[in-house]
């Protein structure tokens, strides 16, 4: 059941990613981060460029302005939430951004994903391998026929959840644009967990009198 919805989720990924007709629902002004949850988060991302969902559990840095976020608020039928797609204003490449229970490590997600999605006609992708956004995240890069290449990167956020990016870009792009997918991935991190805050500042009893400490 798991394999199935994983398959489920990437095959939606892609042909949200590549569908030409794809137009996504914008909550904000193009250039505007946050989630629109609180009024001075939102200051901050308009000028930061910097996006939070705290009901997720994860931050977007967008590395340039060229990088236009939109807010979709979407789920597919499993319930799996689709919170935003960034589109690159020059180029035309687009990073679908999904969030889902983590059913299964970052890895066994790639590898699911990559066999079904070379089951697909006109795929073909490599094989999963380390990629360096944490210790734990996994990736690949994979081709739709002759016009559109892409890859996928898979990280655990925050509470139990797995934060997986889908790119595309054109064939005929710049090699620049995968310099610019890529820092726009790594700008993509789940927020710290709230638990491990409370325990990184531990409360120092204080010294009975008397105590030679």
């Known amino acids: 059941m798991g394999a199935m919805r994983m398959l489920g989720w990437g095959v939606l ?14 909550k904000a002004e193009p250039g505007t981060g946050g989630s629109g949850r609180a009024s001075d988060e939102s200051a901050i991302a308009s000028t930061t460029r910097r996006y939070v969902d705290e009901d997720l559990g994860f931050e977007i840095i967008r590395p340039t302005a060229e990088w236009q976020l939109d ?74 026929g002759e016009g559109v290449r892409g890859k996928v990167a898979v ?37 710290p967990e709230p638990s491990v805050a409370v325990r990184a500042t531990p409360r120092v009893p204080e010294k009975e009198p008397g105590d030679p400490r």
Request: with cysteine.
């Open 71 to 144: 807010e979709t608020n979407e789920r597919t039928p499993e319930g799996l939430a689709i919170p935003v797609i960034l589109r690159h204003r020059v180029t035309g490449a687009q990073v679908v951004l999904q969030v889902a229970p983590g059913v299964a490590t970052p890895v066994q997600f790639a590898e699911r994903l990559t066999q079904g999605l070379r089951q697909q006609p006109g795929f073909t992708t490599t094989d999963p391998q380390p990629i360096a956004l944490s210790d734990n995240a996994v990736g690949f890069d994979f081709q739709v």
């Open 155 to 191: 990280r655990e956020g925050n509470s139990g959840r797995v934060l997986m990016m889908l790119a595309t870009w054109p064939t005929e792009a710049s090699a620049d644009i995968t310099e610019s997918v890529d820092a726009l991935m790594a700008g993509v991190r789940p927020l």
């Open 13 to 26: 990924l892609l042909s949200t990613a590549c569908g030409a007709s794809r137009t996504a629902v914008t």
